[in-house]
């Protein structure tokens, strides 16, 4: 079965900081692996998705990813961390038996002026 | 946004009682899901429909059971509320297409006292 894992429930950074959070999954075969946001109080809404077209995907809001089969990472990154990234940051990978998403427990990014 | 709705947002109930949370769609997407989300845990699927009348469990199913009896709706009961049952659920949609991401509602946050 398919999983992920995110290293860090927290990660801190000051505005206009590298943002990195990591992703590391686990698949007997090529995965589909997505990226959500979660602001407080709110659904989740999608940063971005690798499907296997193209390794390094980018998404909304600046953020980017990129598929490392070797490493079997999926890192999300962002050059320059805005106020308005604070948030929670959520990996996931699509279950091959069914279409169901298996999340990761999550980073919660913290951004400091 | 996908046009999800969820209902009741918030909901206290007392232990024992029965729970029935609804989560209406609007895309005609086939899939649909029930997650809920505690601290330390992401999200975790509860259970899951492939179309109507069509429904099968997740990782976390126990005291939970749901109904799907037209496309646009996908019911949770909590049949005996618990006080673990405490949490915030989240229903989701997707397509058919095994690459498509899912969409998220806003959360129902049930408070079991």
């Known amino acids: 079965a398919q999983s992920v894992t995110q290293l860090g429930s927290h990660v801190s950074v000051s505005e206009g900081a590298l943002v990195l959070l990591r992703c590391n999954y686990s698949?007997?075969?090529?995965?589909?692996l997505f990226w959500y946001v979660q602001y407080p109080n709110q659904g989740l809404q999608l940063l971005l998705k690798y499907t296997s077209a193209a390794t390094l995907v980018k998404g909304i809001n600046g953020f980017e990813a990129e598929f490392k089969k070797s490493e079997t990472s999926f890192h999300l990154t962002k050059p320059s961390a805005h106020m308005s990234d604070a948030a929670e940051y959520f990996c996931?990978?699509?279950?091959?038996?069914?279409?169901?998403?298996?999340f990761g427990t999550g980073t919660r990014l913290l951004v400091s002026p | 946004d996908a046009g999800i709705t969820q209902s009741p947002r918030h909901k206290v109930t007392e232990t024992g009682t029965p729970v029935t949370l609804r989560c209406h769609q609007t895309?005609?997407?086939?899939?649909m899901y029930w997650y809920r989300q505690d601290p330390g845990h992401g999200l975790r699927l509860i259970h899951y429909?492939?179309?109507?009348?069509?429904?099968d469990k997740g990782e976390v199913s126990d005291g939970y059971s749901v109904s799907r009896s037209k496309t646009e709706d996908f019911l949770l009961t909590l049949e005996s509320a618990t006080s673990s049952q405490t949490s915030v659920y989240f229903c989701a949609i997707s397509e058919r297409e095994r690459r498509s991401e899912a969409f998220f509602g806003q959360g129902t946050r049930l408070t079991v006292v």
């Open positions: 996931a990978v699509l279950n091959t038996g069914f279409q169901k998403l298996v």
């Open positions: 698949s007997s075969v090529p995965p589909y």
């Open positions: 429909s492939y179309g109507v009348k069509d429904t």
């Open positions: 895309e005609n997407h086939r899939y």
